[in-house]
Structures are given as structure tokens and as C-alpha cells.
């Protein structure tokens, strides 16, 4: 079934260490996006890529980085991870920027 | 970006029409507005979207006021399966940074 593939759906981390969440998708969406969302609140966009090759910071950067490239691989990296990074993290495509924005079903990051 | 205001929670009876308010005054000429729904801790689900004429598709239908400065999202009628936060946002569809979602109205739907 084509969409998007989170991995992995939980992952309990110690500070200091370095974690990768992965993200891919089947649909050859040329956007995607990763967004986090802290207990009881909306989405925030973390960073974003308009096309392979290319990526920009979304509203709350700091701490996260992004690469793309290929179509299909989103990979969101936390260097040195801190408890305030603690959220849920979805990642979305979309066929083209500004279009409507197909969700995973998230990953769960506990920093202790 | 726009700023959206909702109202933070809203309930509707069971089988009757769910109508959710998006405020967005600062809206800009090529901003389109998008609504989202987000059930339980799922991945928020695309609803439906809008520029300035109203829309509607087998989810529900989206009433944009003349002066753009605000919408109504419509689910004519509302089952249990609807209760949800849903999330009215603007963007432009020329760059996937704009992309804010605010905190939502959470509809409860009651049998």
C-alpha cells in the first residue's frame, strides 16, 4: 500500500546521544516535511525539502538537521539529543510544495 | 504566513451538521486554505482546501466568506468516528516552509 513509512514507531534515548528517524515514501511526492508535536499541542515544522536535492528550516530548526538525497528519503537527524526534544515527530509528503500533505503515523521520542 | 484563530473545542450532536470556524483576517491574495483533522495520536488526515470559492468533496464541504477573512468547515453529518482535532491552516503552494498548524478545535461528537 503506498504512503509513508516512520521508523521507528517508539524510541526511548539517554541525552547526549545521537538518533536518526527515518522517513520514506512510495508515492514520488516531490515535498516533505517533518514536523513535531508536544503533548497536547498542534504541529510544528522542524525543516522541509521542496525537491530532492534541497532542504530548508521550518519554524523550530535548532538541534535537528535534514538530508535529501533522493525522491523518496527524508531522514531527520538529532545530533546530541536533549529532553526538551521529547515529542512525537511525523514526517509528510506532498506532490508538489504548498499541496495537500500525506501523513505517517509518527514516531515517539522520549529523551531521558 | 496567515495567523488562524479556532475556537479550542466544540461539541455536536450525533447525526447533526459539525460547523467549525477558522478565523484568518491577515489572510494574503495567494494563500489557499487548508483544513486537517488529527484523530487520537494518528498522522493528521488531509480534508479538504479552498482559494476563495466553496468546496466540497465526500468528506465535507468548506464555506470561505467573500472577503476571505474567514471559513467554515462543514461535516454535513457527524458520526462518533469524526471527534477529532481539527487543524485550519493557510499556505501559499509555492513553498513547503510555509507550513504552521496551530493548536485546533477539538469537536466531540455525542451519540
Known amino acids: 500500500i503506498a504512503g509513508i513509512t516512520q521508523a521507528p514507531t517508539s524510541q526511548i534515548l539517554a541525552a547526549g546521544r545521537r538518533m536518526t528517524l527515518r522517513c520514506t515514501q512510495d508515492?514520488?511526492?516531490?515535498?516533505m516535511y517533518w514536523y513535531r508535536q508536544d503533548l497536547g499541542l498542534g504541529l510544528r515544522l522542524i525543516h522541509y525539502?521542496?525537491?530532492?536535492?534541497?532542504?530548508g528550516k521550518g519554524e523550530v530548526p535548532d538541534g535537528y538537521s535534514v538530508s535529501r538525497a533522493n525522491t523518496d528519503d527524508f531522514p531527520l537527524t538529532l545530533a546530541s539529543a536533549v529532553p526538551s526534544q521529547t515529542s512525537v515527530y511525523f514526517c509528510a509528503s506532498s506532490v508538489g510544495a504548498g499541496q495537500p500533505q500525506h501523513f505517517g503515523d509518527g514516531t515517539r521520542l522520549s529523551i531521558l | 504566513d496567515a495567523k488562524t484563530t479556532q475556537p479550542p473545542s466544540m461539541d455536536c450532536a450525533e447525526g447533526r451538521a459539525a460547523n467549525l470556524p477558522c478565523n484568518h483576517s491577515?489572510?494574503?491574495?495567494?494563500?489557499?486554505v487548508y483544513w486537517y483533522r488529527q484523530i487520537h495520536s494518528q498522522g493528521p488526515q488531509y480534508i479538504i482546501h479552498?482559494?476563495?470559492n466553496n468546496e466540497t468533496n465526500e468528506m465535507a464541504s468548506l464555506i470561505i466568506t467573500e472577503d476571505r477573512k474567514s471559513s467554515t468547515l462543514i461535516l454535513p453529518h457527524a458520526t462518533l468516528r469524526d471527534t477529532a482535532v481539527y487543524y485550519c491552516i493557510v499556505r501559499v503552494r509555492t513553498n513547503a516552509g510555509k507550513s504552521t498548524f496551530g493548536d485546533g478545535t477539538t469537536l466531540t461528537v455525542k451519540p
Open positions: 508515492m514520488r511526492h516531490n515535498a
Open positions: 491577515t489572510i494574503s491574495g495567494n494563500e489557499y
Open positions: 479552498g482559494l476563495k
Open positions: 525539502s521542496n525537491t530532492a536535492g534541497t532542504t
